[in-house]
């Protein structure tokens, strides 16, 4: 079993719609959440974090946390077509300098003019 | 320098070559990843440096790749004999990991190096 899942899509919604994407998780230890989105032919650009549990706001994106169900989710509300990406979760443990981060497979997502 | 520089940016090898990706973190971080990602596919972790620790060499496929950081900063990801399998962009990315930053473990990716072997 991989530490982090998530689904790999793609997944296509008409623009302005909301998005979920989600990711579950099996260490408990994770304290830092992050979501990253990729563009074609670019290196991933951090989008969210999040320490623990709750939620986080900026702008149209929304990160939540549930650490009791280690489940994590980023919704966009009125999706772009430049929202076009591939987006990946990613979390690591306590702050040490033996952590590292560990990034789920990735969701494209296709928005639709 | 203001982010995470990588090069070559693309590199075309016959198998059997090898070659030599290099990678400048962001001025000050210590902490150093590589990553390698497949086409479709996620982030395959290769190999973290932090400080003057030992590498965590854990997630290199093969001991035909090595890496090695000098001097706390530059770091270059060498792969030997390559083959037509290691084909993918290779991604270097830096973090702080200072307890005083708050954003703590987020980590910095630069473009990537896209390596085709035929």
């Known amino acids: 079993q991989k530490e982090v899942e998530q689904d790999p899509g793609p997944l296509s919604v008409p623009e302005g719609a909301i998005v979920s994407l989600n990711c579950t998780y099996s260490?408990?230890?994770?304290?830092?959440f992050m979501w990253y989105r990729q563009y074609s032919r670019k290196g991933p650009e951090l989008l969210m974090y999040?320490?623990?549990?709750g939620n986080k706001e900026d702008g149209r994106f929304t990160a939540q946390v549930d650490k009791s169900s280690k489940y994590i989710s980023l919704f966009i509300r009125d999706s772009q077509p430049s929202d076009s990406a591939t987006y990946l979760c990613?979390?690591?443990?306590?702050?040490?300098?033996?952590?590292?981060?560990?990034f789920g497979s990735g969701t494209r997502l296709s928005i639709r003019p | 320098g203001a982010g995470v520089s990588q090069s070559p940016s693309n590199k075309v090898t016959e198998k059997g070559k090898d070659v030599e990706l290099r990678c400048d973190p962001i001025?000050?971080?210590?902490?150093l990843y590589w990553y390698r990602q497949s086409l479709g596919q996620g982030l395959e972790f290769l190999i973290y440096?932090?400080?003057?620790?030992?590498?965590?060499k854990s997630g290199l496929p093969s001991d035909r790749f090595s890496a090695e950081r000098t001097g706390g900063s530059v770091s270059t990801l060498t792969i030997q004999r390559t083959q037509q399998e290691d084909s993918a962009v290779y991604l270097c990315?830096?973090?702080?990991?200072?307890?005083?930053?708050?954003?703590?473990?987020?980590?910095?990716f630069g473009e990537g190096s896209w390596l085709t072997v035929v």
């Open positions: 990315a830096s973090s702080s990991s200072h307890l005083r930053d708050r954003l703590g473990n987020t980590i910095y």
């Open positions: 260490n408990s230890a994770f304290q830092y």
């Open positions: 999040t320490y623990s549990s």
């Open positions: 990613a979390m690591s443990g306590i702050h040490s300098s033996a952590s590292k981060i560990i």
């Open positions: 001025s000050g971080h210590t902490a």
């Open positions: 440096f932090q400080g003057n620790s030992a590498p965590d």
